[in-house]
């Protein structure tokens, strides 16, 4: 089954500096891959998307970025804000399954 | 339109009890998924579910786990009898479509502590 390993684990940054978080996956038919922003007692919600047909999306201060040669896809945040503070969540849509593979999360914080 | 409702929120029960958890889904939603969020990891699929048939449960622990969508709306996962390492945060999201590259929409998890 798909296999998604995130880094670094932990990130911290000073306020207006950008954050950039990797990702990689293991299986190279997997063609979906969201990123979840998770804040403390919180479920985690869709910050930004990609599909295997993309190299790159921006949305706003957020971008992802997608190389399926090296199976490896990127959350950069740039401007970053005390309220980015959060858990970042890398998933990849595996073959055969129809459900998530979620990556263990990058605890970012942003220093005022 | 009202988010993916979770109860309990917090439970604690000692090991060889049992637990349940119940999760409403956003309305019209056709897919609905258990995760399990250990402390410190990424959550981890127990079970999808379309409609009210499953999809995918080769992750559920069956010996001591089960869950059940009635009429493919509301959702009750069971844990009997609970071990310590069950400790963990179960997450119920739902997605409109089959789940295939949707975006999942998340409760806020019902958090067990197995002493």
């Known amino acids: 089954g798909e296999n998604v390993e995130q880094h670094p684990s932990t990130l911290s940054v000073q306020e207006g500096d950008s954050a950039v978080i990797k990702c990689t996956y293991s299986d190279s038919a997997s063609n979906y891959f969201p990123w979840y922003k998770q804040e403390l007692g919180k479920g985690p919600q869709l910050i930004i998307d990609i599909r295997s047909n993309v190299g790159e999306k921006k949305d706003q201060r957020i971008a992802v970025t997608l190389n399926k040669t090296a199976k490896h896809f990127s959350l950069h945040i740039t401007e970053t804000q005390p309220e980015d503070s959060a858990v970042y969540f890398c998933a990849a849509m595996g073959t055969g399954r129809r459900a998530l593979t979620f990556g263990s999360g990058t605890r970012l914080q942003v220093q005022p | 339109e009202a988010g993916v409702a979770q109860s309990p929120r917090y439970k604690i029960i000692e090991k060889r009890q049992s637990v349940a958890f119940w999760c409403n889904p956003i309305?019209?939603?056709?897919?609905l998924y258990w995760y399990q969020q250990i402390l410190g990891q990424g959550p981890k699929l127990l079970i999808q579910f379309q409609n009210n048939g499953v999809v995918d449960d080769s992750q559920l622990p069956k010996d001591r786990f089960s869950a059940e969508r009635l009429k493919g709306v509301d959702s009750t996962l069971k844990i009997q009898p609970a071990k310590l390492e069950d400790s963990a945060v179960y997450l119920c999201a739902s997605s409109r479509g089959s789940g295939a590259t949707g975006e999942l929409f998340f409760g806020e998890g019902s958090r067990l502590t197995v002493l």
């Open positions: 309305s019209g939603h056709a897919t």
